[in-house]
Nanobody, 124 residues
Framework: QVQLVESGGGLVQAGGSLRLSCAAS????????MGWFRQAPGKERDFVAA????????HYADSVKGRFTISRGNAKNTVYLQMNSLKPEDTAVYYC?????????????????WGQGTQVTVSS
């Protein structure tokens, strides 16, 4: 059974940092592209960051560029999202996702597998 499990969320003050992790199991995800999305209450699920299967390509939403960094573990079945200089508007449930395509993808329909989400709350 394919499973993506996020961790690392929590409550942090504005300007602080958090590191989210996503562990994939059930198949080999080393050839999969991975992404992070977020969803605030009453809003749609938005793209945050994506990384290609080889880690050679990464892309970020304009709202997080320069503050967030996506990376993969050596075994490539783990993906991280380092979040620095957090703002209250970053508050959301953060989801990781996996796509069998190898490139970077921006849309939810391009991803086949999703985690259950982890809450990030940034206080002002």
């Amino acid at each position: 059974q394919v499973q993506l499990v996020e961790s690392g969320g929590g409550l942090v003050q504005a300007g602080g940092s958090l590191r989210l992790s996503c562990a994939a199991s059930g198949r080999t995800f080393s050839s999969y592209a991975m992404g992070w999305f977020r969803q605030a209450p009453g809003k749609e699920r938005d793209f945050v960051a994506a990384i290609s299967w080889s880690s050679s390509n990464t892309h970020y939403a304009d709202s997080v560029k320069g503050r967030f960094t996506i990376s993969r573990g050596n075994a490539k079945n783990t993906v991280y999202l380092q979040m620095n200089s957090l703002k209250p508007e970053d508050t959301a449930v953060y989801y990781c996702a996996a796509s069998p395509g190898g490139a970077t993808y921006y849309y939810t329909h391009e991803y086949d597998y999703w985690g259950q989400g982890t809450q990030v709350t940034v206080s002002s």
